[in-house]
């Protein structure tokens, strides 16, 4: 079984719509959670980045932790064709050396106009 | 500013072939990484290093070697290129543990 189970999709939707994307994790110890978008041929860059449960808002998008169900989400309001991209989830257990962080397999998004 | 810097972008190896990927920084960030991506299977960490001089392998090491003699620099190594090493390599650097990591633009390698 995977530590972090994520739906590669891919997902298609209208523009302006709400996106919800979603993983599940089985390690208690992750602590805390990132979300990077990947455009094609580019490298992750880090969308959002949140510790312990709760939600944290920056802009379009929203980031959800429960960590009782060990679920985590991020929420894109008002969809805009240059969110179409790879959306990886990211999480780590506290280390004090090196950060190994465990990624899903990222899941694919079109946003159509 | 450049961030992480990683070269070439693109390179095609026959079997047995060795190469060095490279990757540079100027985010004076301590720790540095190197993952390898294949389709559906995420991003899976080859080998890291914590500062100067200090590696460590990582979920995915054989095959591959590294060292680190500067903040800077952090070169992967391929020695006898089999066609399974076929992948995108990412390098990533972090500033403390538990912190973001921030990644280059890769290098897509093809092994035939």
């Known amino acids: 079984q995977k530590e972090v189970e994520q739906d590669p999709g891919p997902l298609s939707v209208p523009e302006g719509a709400i996106v919800s994307l979603n993983c599940t994790y089985s390690n208690s110890a992750f602590q805390y959670f990132m979300w990077y978008r990947q455009y094609s041929r580019k490298g992750p860059e880090l969308l959002m980045y949140?510790?312990?449960?709760g939600n944290k808002e920056d802009g379009r998008f929203t980031a959800q932790v429960d960590k009782s169900s060990k679920y985590i989400s991020l929420f894109i309001r008002d969809s805009q064709p240059s969110d179409s991209a790879t959306y990886l989830c990211a999480m780590s257990a506290r280390e004090t050396s090196g950060s190994r962080l465990t990624f899903g397999e990222g899941t694919q998004l079109t946003v159509n106009p | 500013n450049a961030g992480v810097t990683q070269t070439p972008k693109f390179r095609i190896l026959k079997i047995g072939q060795s190469m060095t990927l490279q990757c540079t920084q100027d985010?004076?960030?301590?720790?540095m990484y190197w993952y390898r991506q294949d389709p559906g299977m995420g991003l899976k960490l080859i080998y890291y290093s914590v500062g100067a001089g200090i590696t460590d392998k990582g979920e995915v090491p054989n095959g591959y070697n590294v060292s680190r003699s500067t903040t800077e620099d952090f070169p992967l190594r391929l020695e006898l290129a089999a066609p399974s090493q076929t992948s995108v390599y990412f390098c990533a650097t972090g500033g403390y543990g538990n912190q973001p990591q921030h990644f280059g633009d890769g290098t897509r390698l093809s092994i035939l």
């Open positions: 949140t510790y312990s449960s």
């Open positions: 985010m004076n960030h301590n720790y």
